[in-house]
DNA sequence: CAGAACGTTCAATTGCGATTGAACAAATAA
DNA sequence: TTATTTGTTCAATCGCAATTGAACGTTCTG
């Protein structure tokens, strides 16, 4: 890490970096939208690089997710050819994209997987694999997930609204 | 995997194991609780460690694991000296200390983080190490994410309650 | 045109944390 | 008592994904 950058981007950069980390993202992500996010000009990939001690490449893959989840824009930066990029401040917008993008196709995976699990529980049933007492605890304990579920999909759409 | 496991377990096992994955938790606790999660009758370290193919290490840490975060109790069985474990299946208490234990401390953290910051960026504005521009700038953007902050803050004990 | 600047891609490396095996301590049995 | 069973601890290993360096294609410049 660089140590050209003032006190509170650089605390900044290292939360945002391990942020992402536990959220199972790469670190040099929340690295790079925390740089920016208190910039306020535009950065070239070299200045992220520098700034941060990564990579050209990491800068560059790095940019380019943070740029497919909307959490970035490129902006022309006159007499520069170079590629220059800028937070997109709206957080309360990113939230929304990411839960969007991120949590609701597993929630919807996730309610298809259940009806696969109904479904085998069936054929284990019928097959002679699961006694008739384990097959009723079994639909038991599903059935409960599968309201837990619900819930869980029917409290998102009411939190969106929220912010 | 061990193959004496009927289907729907089977699959059962894995998808817990993958969901502790994403969430940066041990794969095996996942499995341990998932397999558990749809026995009728409490399984011993040996059990689960079999069934499972995992170490007798990995059996006995993820079940304290587990054990600490109350998503399982031990039970004991007549005329056998081992350890019995045995799921507790109310989710929606296993979802309110998690968060209670997981999400809270570190959202509470990043309440006096903030404070940090803010601290650390009116230091650097006496320091000269931040323009009068940047100053604004950042402390204009660092507000934002305060008011997001304190938003989250103020949605979970209402989604909580939704529970 | 040649040469440099810029960004991307990809195989190789690295780092981190889950998992393991072996040694250990405690409790029970013989 | 000694031997066996049971569960834990910890250093070593392994697997996975982030990161890197080098080679590449493209676009600009002189």
């Known amino acids: 890490m ?71 824009k490129q902006v022309w930066v006159p007499g520069d050819r170079r590629d220059h990029f800028e937070a997109i401040g709206d957080l309360r917008e990113l939230l929304r994209t990411g839960y969007e993008n991120f949590f609701r196709p597993k929630l919807e995976r996730s309610v298809t997987k259940m009806d696969q699990l109904l479904a085998n529980l069936e054929a284990d049933r019928k097959s002679g694999a699961l006694s008739k007492e384990d097959h009723a605890f079994c639909k038991a304990r599903l059935a409960h997930m599968a309201t837990l579920q619900s819930r869980v999909t029917k409290l998102l759409p009411i939190a969106e609204k929220f912010f």
Chains 1, 2 share one sequence.
Do not use: H, M
């Open 2 to 72: 660089a140590e050209n950058l003032p006190s509170c981007r650089r605390e900044f950069v290292e939360t945002a970096g391990r942020l992402c980390q536990r959220l199972g993202l790469p670190r040099s992500t929340g690295q790079i939208y925390g740089l920016l996010y208190l910039s306020a000009q535009p950065l070239s990939l070299d200045d992220i690089s520098g700034l941060l001690s990564l990579s050209k490449a990491s800068a560059s893959t790095g940019t380019r997710q943070l740029l497919t989840w909307q959490a970035l």
